[in-house]
C-alpha cells in the first residue's frame, strides 16, 4: 500500500476555488488515483478519478464541470481543482490510490489505500 497526505482544505465562500493536493509515499505512476467526500451524516461519496497515465478520467454528474483531477507522476501527487464551489460541497476530502492489483474505477470497492481527509467548508 501507500501512504496518502491531502493537503488544501480550507474555508471559502460559494463561488470561490481551492486545489486540494495529495502527496504519495512512495511512486505512484502505476497507480490509478481518485477523491472521494463525505459530508456530516452521509455516506462517502466519489468525486473523481484519473488513471495511472491520467488517459482517463472519471467526475460524478455533480461536480463536472466545475472540479479538475490531475496528475503529477514526477511528484508523486494528485490534485483536485474546485472551482464554483457551493455550500453542498462542503464535506471531507479523501484521496485514495489503487494498486496495479486492483481493478481501477470510479467506487470505493476499486481503491485501497486512503488518505486521513481534508476539511473543505463552503460558506453562503
Known amino acids: 500500500q501507500v501512504q496518502l497526505v491531502e493537503s488544501g482544505g480550507g474555508l471559502v465562500q460559494a463561488g470561490g476555488s481551492l486545489r486540494l493536493s495529495c502527496a504519495a509515499s512512495k511512486r505512484f505512476s502505476s497507480y490509478g488515483m481518485g477523491w472521494f467526500r463525505q459530508a456530516p451524516g452521509q455516506e462517502r461519496e466519489f468525486v473523481a478519478a484519473?488513471?495511472?497515465?491520467?488517459?482517463?478520467?472519471y467526475y460524478a454528474d455533480s461536480v463536472k464541470g466545475r472540479f479538475t483531477i490531475s496528475r503529477d507522476n514526477a511528484k508523486n501527487t494528485v490534485y483536485l481543482e474546485m472551482n464554483s464551489l457551493k455550500p453542498e460541497d462542503t464535506a471531507v476530502y479523501y484521496c485514495?490510490?489503487?494498486?496495479?492489483?486492483?481493478?481501477?474505477?470510479?467506487?470505493?470497492?476499486?481503491?485501497?489505500?486512503w488518505g486521513q481527509g481534508t476539511q473543505v467548508t463552503v460558506s453562503s
Open positions: 485514495a490510490a489503487s494498486s496495479p492489483a486492483r481493478v481501477w474505477g470510479p467506487r470505493e470497492a476499486n481503491f485501497d489505500s
Open positions: 484519473i488513471s495511472w497515465s491520467g488517459g482517463t478520467i
